[in-house]
C-alpha cells in the first residue's frame, strides 16, 4: 500500500515535472512582480489546480479515452491556443486534447486541460462552431469558475475530489472495468461539479468566450449558433451532453447573438480552414467500427452532396478508408497523388499517399514522398511521426531516430513521440538510449518510480558511455530535487537498498 500512496503523490508532483523540457528552456526576462493571489487561491491554488488536470489526463489517456492520433492532436492543440492567446491571462499553461467519445461535450478539467469529444467536432458544422465551444472552455478556466465554485460548496467539492482519487487507487490495483467506471464516476462527479456552474459563470465564460472568439478571428455568432442548433435538433427531452452540462435557454441565445453582433465588425474574419474538414474526415474514419463502413459511409456522403461539388474533406476520408481496407489502396493511391498535384501545401495528403504506398508494400515509394514532404515541412510533427513509423517499418531505425531527435530538439515533445524514440534506439541497438527515452517517457506522465527504474537499467547497460552515465545521473538527481519528500525519501530507500547510490549522497544536502 505505501507503493500506492507513493504513486498517489506522484501524480500531484510540483507543476514543473510534468512542464519540464528535455532540453533546456530559455530564461524569460522581464519585471516579474509578486503574485498577490486571489480568494479562490485559499480553496485551491493554480498549481494545485495543474496537478489535478494532470491526474484527470493521465487516468484519461491509461484508460485509452484519449484520441492519440499526431495530426488530430496538433490541429486541436492550434486552434486551442490560437484561441487563448486572445484570452489575457498568461498564466495558464494550456493543454488541449479530443476525446474518444460520440457523445456531444466538451469540458475543462482544472488547470487549463480542455478536452473536447470527437462527438462534437463532428457534429459542428463549420470551424467557428467548434472554437466557440472551446473559448467558451477556455473562459470557465482563465476566471477560474472551477476554484470559485468549490470555494461556494467545499464540501461538495472534496467529495469530488476523493471520488476520483478513489477511481486512480483501483486503477493502480488493476480493477479493470471497475476501475474506469470509478474513474470515470469521479470524473463525472467533478465535471458536474466544476461545469454546473451558477447562471452568473455561464453568462461570463459565454460573454469573455464570444470576445476571445472574435479577436482570434472567428465568426462571434459561432457558440450561441451551436447552442441554438443542438437546443433545435435535440429538444430537452433527449438533450445532449453539451446542452446537459451547459443548461441553454432561449434569453442565454438571444444575449450570446446579440453580443456577437456587436463585435462583427470589429475583427477580421478567416474562413474554416482545409484543416477542419480533413479532422472531421479523419476522425470518421479512426472512429469506424470496420473500413468497410467507412467507405460505405463516405460513399453515401459523396453521393448526396454531388450536388454542391467537389469535397475535399470527403475525398480524402474516402482514400483513408480505402487504404485502410487493403484491396483498394491502388485507387486511394491514385486519389491521393491527386490530391497532393491540386494541393501541396496540405501536410495530410502526402502522409496519406505515403501511407497508402506503405500499405501496397510499395515502402521504398512511401519513403520518397516522405523525404519530399520533409524537405517541404521540416520538423513538422505529425509528418515525422509517420516519416519514422515508416523508417522502422522499412528497417531503417537509425534515420528513424536522428529524425526524431532532431524534431525532439526544436519542438515541444509529446509522450508519442518520446516513446517512438525510445523503441528506434532500441531496434538501432542502442540499449542505454532506449532506456533514457522510456524514463523521459514517463517522466513526461508523471510516473517518477518507473523513470527511475528506467534510468537504472540505463546505467546497467553493456554500451553505456562515460557520457551517457553522466548525463543519465544528472537526470536521477533531477528527478530527486522535484518530487516530494516523502516520495524522495522512498527513491533514496530503494536505491540503498539495491547499492547503486550511497543514500548519503542525496541526503548530506538536505
Known amino acids: 500500500m505505501s507503493s500506492l500512496r507513493h504513486q498517489l503523490v506522484l501524480l500531484l508532483l510540483l507543476p514543473g515535472l510534468l512542464l519540464a523540457p528535455i532540453a533546456p528552456a530559455a530564461a524569460q526576462s522581464g519585471i516579474n512582480l509578486p503574485d498577490m493571489g486571489s480568494p479562490s487561491d485559499q480553496v485551491m491554488s493554480k498549481d494545485q489546480e495543474a496537478q489535478i488536470g494532470r491526474m484527470v489526463l493521465r487516468q484519461l489517456r491509461e484508460a485509452g479515452k484519449i484520441v492519440e492520433d499526431p495530426l488530430v492532436d496538433e490541429y486541436i492543440q492550434d486552434i486551442g491556443h490560437r484561441l487563448a492567446g486572445h484570452a489575457h491571462d498568461g498564466d495558464f499553461r494550456f493543454r488541449f486534447f479530443v476525446v474518444d467519445d460520440p457523445a456531444i461535450n466538451a469540458f475543462a478539467v482544472p488547470g487549463g486541460y480542455i478536452g473536447v469529444n470527437r462527438g462534437l467536432i463532428e457534429a459542428s458544422r463549420n470551424e467557428s462552431e467548434l472554437a466557440g465551444v472551446l473559448a467558451h472552455e477556455i473562459a470557465h478556466v482563465t476566471q477560474r469558475h472551477i476554484s470559485r465554485s468549490i470555494q461556494a460548496s467545499q464540501r461538495s467539492s472534496m467529495m469530488a475530489l476523493a471520488s476520483m482519487l478513489a477511481g486512480v487507487i483501483i486503477g493502480m490495483a488493476g480493477g479493470g472495468d471497475a476501475a474506469m467506471g470509478a474513474i470515470m464516476m469521479g470524473q463525472g462527479l467533478a465535471m458536474e461539479q466544476q461545469i454546473a456552474y451558477t447562471r452568473s459563470n455561464e453568462h461570463e465564460a459565454d460573454r469573455i468566450g464570444i470576445e476571445v472568439l472574435a479577436s482570434a478571428g472567428f465568426d462571434p455568432e459561432g457558440l450561441p449558433r451551436f447552442f441554438e442548433v443542438l437546443q433545435r435538433r435535440y429538444g430537452q427531452a433527449r438533450a445532449p451532453q453539451m446542452l446537459q452540462t451547459h443548461p441553454v435557454t432561449t434569453t442565454r441565445i438571444a444575449e ?221 538527481e533531477w528527478i530527486m530535487d522535484v518530487v516530494p519528500p516523502d516520495l524522495r525519501r522512498e527513491l533514496e530507500r530503494q536505491e540503498a537498498e539495491r547499492g547503486e547510490r550511497p543514500r548519503d549522497a542525496r541526503t548530506s544536502r538536505r
Open 256 to 476: 450570446g447573438m446579440a453580443r456577437a453582433r456587436q463585435l462583427q465588425d470589429r475583427h477580421e474574419r478567416r474562413e474554416d480552414s482545409t484543416s477542419y474538414e480533413l479532422i472531421k474526415a479523419r476522425l470518421r474514419v479512426l472512429s469506424s467500427s470496420t473500413p468497410d463502413s467507412a467507405v460505405d459511409w463516405f460513399k453515401r456522403e459523396i453521393e448526396a452532396q454531388s450536388a454542391n461539388g467537389d469535397s475535399l474533406g470527403m475525398r480524402y476520408g474516402l482514400a483513408l478508408a480505402q487504404v485502410n481496407r487493403g484491396g483498394v489502396a491502388d485507387i486511394a493511391n491514385t486519389t491521393f497523388r491527386e490530391l497532393v498535384d491540386a494541393h501541396p501545401e496540405i501536410i495530410q495528403f502526402h502522409i496519406g499517399l505515403a501511407d497508402s504506398y506503405m500499405t501496397n508494400g510499395q515502402a521504398e515509394r512511401a519513403i520518397e514522398v516522405y523525404e519530399r514532404a520533409v524537405s517541404l515541412f521540416p520538423r513538422n510533427l505529425p509528418l515525422t511521426i509517420h516519416y519514422s513509423e515508416a523508417l522502422l517499418a522499412q528497417g531503417n531505425p537509425k534515420r528513424a531516430h536522428r529524425v526524431l531527435l532532431d524534431v525532439l530538439n526544436h519542438v515541444p515533445p509529446t509522450p508519442e513521440q518520446i516513446r517512438l524514440i525510445a523503441l528506434a534506439a532500441s531496434a538501432n541497438g542502442e540499449e542505454a538510449e532506449a532506456h533514457y527515452y522510456m524514463a523521459e517517457y514517463h517522466i513526461v506522465n508523471g510516473n517518477a518510480p518507473l523513470a527511475m527504474n528506467q534510468l537504472r537499467m540505463a546505467l546497467s547497460s553493456a554500451d553505456v558511455t562515460s557520457v551517457q552515465r553522466a548525463r543519465f545521473e544528472s537526470r536521477i
